[in-house]
């Protein structure tokens, strides 16, 4: 009996069988859960401000210059450009509405005022290059330029928009 129960060991090895425990369950497996987290900011929203205007005013173009409105509203001639009695500039203005307390960055960019028939151009500056929105969650800036004259501009009124973009820091 001995002899057939080496047999069959020295069988089994020679193909390919061997014995080895078997693992249990338990202990080879462990999970756990995770946690996740989501905060929705309120949208930033920029309006322009009801009757405002980048107000360049009443000029005479002479041989050409600019016209130049602060942020703050103050006009001022270049070259051979001068206002006339009465001129009034004005800058233009913007609200911004957004998550409390968040900074956000401001750009503006060039534009053109047309009669219908000829465009002049002009770049703009904002107030400010970034804010920070209130506790209440609103802020405004305000916006002016420069328009640059070649003196060969028909008399006549004049008007035209830019962009003007604010984004979340």
Same mark, same amino acid.
């Given at each position: 009996m001995k002899k057939i129960i080496l047999a069959s060991a020295i069988a089994l090895v020679s193909i390919g069988v061997s014995a080895s425990p *078997?693992? *249990? *369950?338990? @202990?080879?497996t462990s999970s756990a859960s995770g946690s996740a987290t989501a905060t929705v900011v309120q949208p930033i929203v920029l309006t322009h401000s009801s009757g405002a205007a980048l107000g360049f005013g009443r000029f005479t173009t002479g041989t050409g210059g600019?016209?130049?409105? /602060? /942020? #703050? @509203?103050?006009?001022s001639v270049g070259g051979d450009v001068a206002f006339v009695p009465g001129s009034t500039n004005s800058?233009? !203005?913007? +609200?911004?509405? @957004?998550? !409390?307390?968040?900074?956000?960055?401001?750009? +503006?960019? *060039?534009? /053109?005022?047309?009669?219908?028939t000829t465009s002049i151009g002009f770049t703009t500056s904002a107030s400010a290059a970034s804010g920070t929105l209130s506790v209440g969650g609103t802020a405004s800036f305000t916006v002016g330029g420069q328009l640059t004259l070649a003196g060969t501009e #028909? !008399?006549? #009124?004049?008007a035209g928009t830019y962009s003007a973009t604010v984004t979340y820091n």
């Open positions: *078997a693992l *249990a *369950a338990s @202990g080879n600019s016209v130049t409105v /602060s /942020s #703050a @509203g103050v006009g800058a233009d !203005a913007f +609200t911004v509405t @957004g998550d !409390a307390s968040r900074s956000f960055s401001i750009s +503006t960019g *060039a534009g /053109s005022v047309t009669d219908g #028909a !008399a006549g #009124a004049y």
